[in-house]
């Protein structure tokens, strides 16, 4: 089965037309959020490398941008991923991929492109932190730091696992590739339950196959979770305030109804929350009982990284890894 066609030229013009504008502001506000974003992500990677252990890699391109660029540079990475041909008898499929990631770009604080460059970029949102800060009351330099320790340790993620990104992006290829394929017991389930995910239109091993994605994420989110929160309140000193107000806020959207609800499912939010908890969980875990380097030899090679089953038991993945 080939990959689906794509009008990813169609999918970059459109995307940023159709994201909600950000909250209001002055543009001097906007001004200095950009320059104090800019200074956040450069401060960020030593107190990044000093917590992970990892050892801080050139500096990446850092780009503050609004939800418009974020949709269309999003475009453009999953072009390079999923090698998808480029082709107008694709309009429809971009069309979809225009209007998913335009729902997207209100909710993403910042994000790392690890492919295609000589340094990875890292993007921060700026209109979306504007608004989280806000709308969590929190001291705006102290939140805009934890963010930019958040990404940063991803940087640091790809810098010592330097086949990482490749290992990711050929998954990602291999299941784009693959047509859905109705599982009929998945669509029986779902009508039982009167709901509809996308995964409940895969086959089991295509959604095996995600499940194997979702394991990576979820170490690569969750020890980015923990790598923002311990800093201490020396580096950000309403740490503690911030994680309060910041798990209210994604415990308040999981409790949601009716078009949120469906919008969540179908964006897969709610997955991508649950891979901050579990994989936080993991990482703590395995810190405790192997210690920092132990922790980090998951970086040192593909099979070293957690299946979906270690990742629910991580000290199945202590046991193979460590003895």
Same mark, same amino acid.
């Given at each position: 089965?080939?990959?689906?066609?794509?009008?990813?030229?169609?999918?970059?013009?459109?995307?940023?037309?159709?994201?909600? %504008?950000?909250? %209001?502001?002055?543009?001097v506000e906007?001004?200095?959020?950009?320059?104090?974003?800019?200074?956040?992500?450069?401060?960020?990677?030593?107190?990044?490398?000093?917590?992970?252990?990892?050892?801080?890699?050139l500096a990446?391109?850092?780009l503050?941008?609004?939800?418009?660029?974020?949709?269309?540079?999003?475009?453009?990475?999953?072009?390079?991923?999923?090698?998808?041909?480029?082709?107008?008898?694709g309009?429809?499929?971009?069309?979809?991929l225009?209007?998913?990631?335009?729902?997207?770009?209100?909710?993403?604080?910042?994000?790392?492109?690890?492919?295609?460059?000589?340094? %990875?970029r890292?993007?921060?949102?700026?209109?979306?932190?504007?608004?989280?800060e806000?709308g969590?009351?929190?001291?705006?330099?102290?939140?805009?730091?934890?963010?930019?320790?958040?990404?940063?340790?991803?940087?640091?993620?790809?810098?010592?696992?330097?086949?990482?990104?490749?290992?990711?992006?050929?998954r990602?290829?291999?299941?784009?590739?693959?047509?859905?394929?109705?599982?009929?017991?998945?669509?029986?389930?779902?009508?039982?339950?009167?709901?509809?995910?996308p995964?409940?239109?895969?086959?089991?091993?295509?959604?095996?196959?995600?499940?194997?994605?979702?394991?990576?994420?979820?170490?690569?989110?969750g020890?980015?979770?923990?790598?923002?929160?311990?800093?201490?309140?020396?580096?950000?000193?309403?740490?503690?305030?911030?994680?309060?107000?910041?798990?209210?806020?994604?415990a308040?959207?999981?409790?949601?109804?009716?078009l949120?609800?469906?919008?969540?499912?179908?964006?897969?939010v709610?997955?991508?929350?649950?891979?901050?908890?579990?994989?936080?969980?993991f990482?703590r875990t395995?810190?405790?009982?192997?210690?920092?380097?132990?922790?980090?030899?998951?970086?040192?090679?593909?099979?070293?990284?957690p299946?979906?089953?270690?990742?629910?038991?991580?000290?199945?993945?202590?046991?193979?890894?460590?003895?």
């Amino acid at each position: 089965m080939s990959a689906p066609a794509v009008d990813w030229d169609l999918a970059a013009r459109l995307a940023p037309t159709l994201v909600r %504008p950000g909250p %209001p502001s002055t543009l001097v506000e906007r001004a200095l959020l950009v320059e104090s974003l800019r200074s956040a992500a450069a401060n960020a990677l030593p107190h990044a490398a000093r917590v992970t252990g990892l050892e801080p890699p050139l500096a990446p391109q850092t780009l503050v941008v609004d939800r418009g660029a974020w949709a269309r540079a999003n475009v453009r990475a999953l072009h390079r991923v999923t090698r998808a041909e480029r082709s107008r008898r694709g309009a429809g499929t971009g069309i979809e991929l225009a209007g998913a990631l335009a729902l997207l770009s209100g909710s993403v604080l910042g994000q790392v492109e690890p492919w295609g460059a000589d340094r %990875p970029r890292l993007l921060l949102v700026a209109p979306n932190v504007l608004a989280t800060e806000r709308g969590l009351d929190v001291p705006p330099d102290d939140f805009r730091l934890w963010v930019a320790l958040h990404e940063q340790a991803h940087v640091l993620q790809f810098a010592a696992a330097p086949w990482l990104a490749g290992h990711l992006a050929d998954r990602v290829a291999a299941l784009w590739a693959q047509q859905p394929r109705v599982s009929p017991a998945a669509l029986a389930r779902a009508a039982r339950a009167r709901s509809l995910s996308p995964l409940d239109l895969l086959h089991p091993e295509q959604r095996a196959e995600v499940d194997r994605i979702g394991a990576v994420m979820s170490l690569l989110e969750g020890h980015a979770d923990v790598a923002m929160d311990a800093v201490g309140t020396a580096v950000i000193p309403s740490v503690r305030l911030l994680r309060r107000r910041f798990g209210r806020r994604r415990a308040a959207g999981a409790r949601a109804t009716g078009l949120r609800r469906v919008l969540r499912t179908v964006l897969g939010v709610d997955v991508k929350m649950a891979q901050y908890a579990q994989g936080a969980a993991f990482v703590r875990t395995v810190r405790r009982r192997v210690g920092r380097d132990g922790l980090n030899a998951i970086w040192s090679a593909p099979d070293q990284l957690p299946s979906p089953a270690e990742i629910a038991d991580p000290a199945a993945w202590v046991r193979r890894v460590h003895g």
